[in-house]
């Protein structure tokens, strides 16, 4: 069984920063890549970032690009999104992704969810 644990939020003044860690546990046995996405109340959830386990080839959109990071450590199925210059707009639940896991050999790859940390932007 794979389970995801994410830790880092909390309420931070506009212009702060934040740095959310996300843990995999279980027995895996591999993964295609690693992201996060957040929703805030009433809009739909979207992507904010995603990194390859492979070659590490990141994606941002525009609405954080320059702003957030991505970054993980393979050997410890970690995965991490050093937040910077936060806006109150950033403000929402923020889940990570391990996508394409697999659990054996010859396995589909499946993808697996944390269960969510808030992150507050307010004065």
């Known amino acids: 069984q794979v389970q995801l644990v994410e830790s880092g939020g909390g309420l931070v003044q506009p212009g702060g920063s934040l740095r959310l860690s996300c843990v995999a546990s279980g027995s895996i046995f591999s993964i295609d890549s690693m992201g996060w996405h957040r929703q805030a109340p009433g809009k739909q959830r979207e992507l904010v970032a995603s990194i390859a386990i492979g070659g590490g080839i990141t994606h941002y959109p525009d609405s954080v690009k320059g702003r957030f990071i991505i970054s993980r450590d393979n050997d410890k199925n970690t995965v991490y999104l050093e937040m910077s210059s936060l806006k109150p707009e950033d403000t929402a639940v923020y889940y990570c992704?391990?996508?394409?896991?697999?659990?054996?050999?010859?396995?589909?790859?499946?993808?697996?969810w944390g269960q969510g940390t808030q992150v507050t932007v307010s004065s």
């Open positions: 992704c391990f996508g394409g896991i697999r659990l054996r050999i010859g396995d589909r790859g499946r993808d697996y």
